[in-house]
């Protein structure tokens, strides 16, 4: 799919991710290792930019995804955020991680705000989704923020470096968001 | 990944019933059904508005019968007659797989489907080594929903309006099953 670059303001920018700047994605990811090890499944087999690098490249080739995109925050790379259509082109569902240092602002859901405009708005989606560990409660926070409602638990339905967790997935419908913007 | 080179098929399902590939010389039997029992299996089945022409459908089959196969294309058939269709997909991280089935009006109600899913199921732990399968089924669709309850899979959520049929988009009950759950 077409590389994004959106100006949230405030000095927030989000733009695809290009092979160049997986040295910098790689930092944040050093930089923050304790944080995404409770969660995600990619944090021990990310040991060189290369690994990165990788991630973006997969990315990049996508027909439907945009998976690989940065939150820059006054120009310093502050977090990840990403969407992925399903098969049927009815839903997508959006991930994201936020460094440490910049958590906390408000970012993601900025973030996700963008991302569900675009998911409906452009890409035609019916429905979003986002999908949470039961035990991750900022995460989880950022969907009630978002307004979208809770529409079951996937029992170990994630793996992370820690074993299997369930998974809270919540969903919000393109009239709803629509009500509510 | 996900077991592609795996291929445990064809598995005898009993009363007459063989769970096998697909094999490109299907696709005059396959189109036949699908014309036959377009309305019926449109409610539900968002493909079919993927599948207008024979060559729409001749590409579907070429993608489940090109090597490496995976278990997305099993069949149902009574000798020549296709009666079916089954399909597992695994996740692109070999945890959870998805088990999608239809059956041909006729051949309602005699538990294919659910033998089917047995078969596949036991694939999808012992040999792929997979964690968790789901089922999803239209929330009205009772008979759908009939397989896992029946299965013994976990109620997990509603995906609402996350199907799409010729009615228009519908809620989707999801079902869980774990492999310790499936061994006891």
């Not at chain 1, 989000?14 to 944080?35: G, H, K, M, Y």
């Not at chain 1, 998911?119 to 991750?136: K, Q, Y």
């Not at chain 2, 993927?50 to 459908?57: G, M, P």
């Not at chain 2, 309850?149 to 989707?172: N, Q």
Request: with cysteine.
């Amino acid at each position: 799919m077409n590389p994004i670059y959106w100006d949230l303001g405030d000095g927030i920018e989000i733009r695809t991710f290009t092979p160049d700047d997986a040295s910098e994605s790689f930092a944040l990811v050093e930089a923050n290792r304790d944080r995404l090890h409770p969660w995600m499944i990619w944090e021990p087999d990310t040991q060189t930019a290369d690994d990165t690098r990788a991630f973006i490249v997969r990315s990049l080739a996508s027909e439907t995804d945009v998976e690989a995109n940065g939150i820059w925050v006054d120009g310093r790379l502050a977090g990840t955020v990403g969407l992925r259509v399903d098969i049927g082109d009815v839903a997508a569902e959006i991930g994201y991680w936020i460094g440490g240092e910049f958590e906390g602002r408000g970012i993601i859901t900025r973030a996700c705000r963008r991302f569900f405009d675009f998911a409906f708005d452009e890409l035609g989606m019916h429905r979003m989704e986002l999908c949470a560990a039961t035990e991750n409660g900022r995460s989880r926070a950022v969907a009630q923020r978002l307004g979208m409602r809770q529409e079951g638990v996937l029992r170990d339905g994630v793996r992370t470096p820690e074993g299997h967790k369930d998974l809270v997935i919540y969903g919000i419908l393109e009239d709803e968001w629509r009500a509510q913007r | 990944m996900a077991g592609a080179a795996v291929s445990p098929l064809p598995v005898d399902l009993g009363r007459g019933v063989v769970l096998r590939h697909y094999e490109i010389e299907d696709l005059d039997a396959l189109w036949a059904v699908i014309e036959e029992e377009r309305e019926r299996l449109a409610v539900w089945m968002p493909f079919l508005r993927d599948a207008k022409t024979i060559d729409d459908e001749r590409a579907w089959l070429r993608s489940v019968t090109t090597e490496p196969r995976g278990l997305g294309g099993g069949s149902l058939w009574r000798g020549d007659d296709l009666i079916g269709g089954v399909g597992l997909f695994p996740d692109a991280f070999g945890i959870v797989a998805e088990i999608g089935y239809w059956v041909r009006r006729s051949e309602e109600g005699r538990g294919h489907v659910s033998r089917a899913c047995r078969a596949l199921i036991d694939i999808a732990f012992d040999e792929l080594g997979l964690h968790r399968v789901v089922i999803r089924a239209g929330v009205e669709n009772v008979r759908s929903r009939a397989v896992p309850e029946r299965l013994g899979f976990t109620y997990e959520g509603v995906a609402r309006e996350e199907g799409r049929g010729s009615g228009g988009f519908y809620d989707l009950a999801v079902f869980g099953l774990l492999d310790r759950e499936w061994r006891t």
